[in-house]
């Protein structure tokens, strides 16, 4: 492969390293470590356990990419292993500690999406300021619509690779990802100058429901057209659902951030570790 790492697609990456090559396997663990960390960090709110997360999920990366076989994309294998690992440690403690820490900060394009008047620093604090009740929002959801938000609005997993990280129908994923988008959008809909309330005014349709339905494409065209008479003579109807919309831009366009120096370290050292094991034949530690 004499592509840049970040241009060989991933199926080509996991074919070399199912062959034994060992830089395919490293690029594999680059490309997805940032994305698994803040998986575990929004999932468990804990800098070391999302830190255990990553090592456990590419250390079974390491170990089986022979055994994969493309089913399913790899994002949606790391996923399920990295959700599997998350509730083992919800199931060690009733209560999650308190996140320890933020992500940098906001890409250009959020801040696009965000589409503030302001220039400057002033533009940059709203950004920060976005993103940190980004972030509260999205801990205050209960774990099934956490992990629903997180897998579809984030890492940007389609409804069916969702349902199968998380062993459900793919009804019930866009059930919960409705209820998570309205909660979160109550949360950041002051920002955008929108009111948090998420019920419909008297005599409107529940527009936000029907607008979260209309991103998955569960709407009929008759729906649709009747929701956008509604919008073009309702003001308030449209403002919330271009609060919405900015809410689900954000979780869109939320950068992984970097993965902290000692976890990236100790990874590395595990795979390498791991993979020594193998060679010599010896059985790997679970």
């Given amino acids: 492969m004499d592509r840049p790492d970040a241009l060989v697609p ?17 690029t594999l663990i680059l490309r997805y470590q940032p994305r698994v960390f803040r998986f575990g960090l929004k999932m468990c709110r804990n ?31 790391l996923f399920a292993i990295a959700r599997n690992a998350c509730i083992r440690r919800r199931r060690r403690s009733k209560f ?19 589409a503030d008047p302001s220039t400057g620093p002033e533009r940059a604090a709203f950004g920060h300021e976005i993103e940190l009740q980004l972030t509260a929002a999205i801990d205050t959801l209960e774990p099934g619509q956490r992990e629903v938000l997180v897998l579809r609005d984030v890492e940007g997993l389609s409804a069916p ?14 059930s919960r990802l409705h209820r998570a988008r309205l909660l979160v ?17 008297s005599g409107c349709p529940d527009v936000l429901a029907l607008f ?8 009929a065209a008759d729906v649709c057209h009747e929701m956008e008479a509604h919008l073009a003579q309702c003001r308030n109807c449209l403002a919330a659902c271009d609060s919405l919309r900015r809410s689900i831009a954000v ?32 059985p790997s530690a679970d």
């Fill in 10 to 26: 991933d199926a080509d990456l996991i074919e070399a390293a199912r062959r034994g090559d060992g830089d395919a396997l490293d």
């Fill in 47 to 77: 800098v070391e356990d999302a830190g255990d997360i990553v090592q456990e999920t590419l250390l079974a990366l390491a170990r089986k990419i022979g055994d994969f076989r493309g089913d399913a994309a790899i994002s949606t294998w």
């Fill in 96 to 114: 999650a500690p308190p996140r320890e820490e933020s992500l940098e900060g906001l890409e250009t394009g959020l801040r696009e999406a965000i």
């Fill in 161 to 174: 690779e969702v349902a199968e990280v998380l062993g459900i129908q793919v009804d019930a994923v866009k």
């Fill in 185 to 201: 959008r109550a949360r950041l809909a002051p920002a955008f100058g929108a009111p948090p309330a998420s019920a419909p005014a």
């Fill in 212 to 219: 979260s339905r209309h991103l998955e494409g569960d709407i």
């Fill in 251 to 282: 979780c869109q366009a939320a950068p992984p951030g970097p993965v902290p120096a000692a976890v990236a370290n100790a990874v590395r050292a595990s795979v390498h570790a791991a993979l020594a094991d193998m060679r010599r034949g010896a």
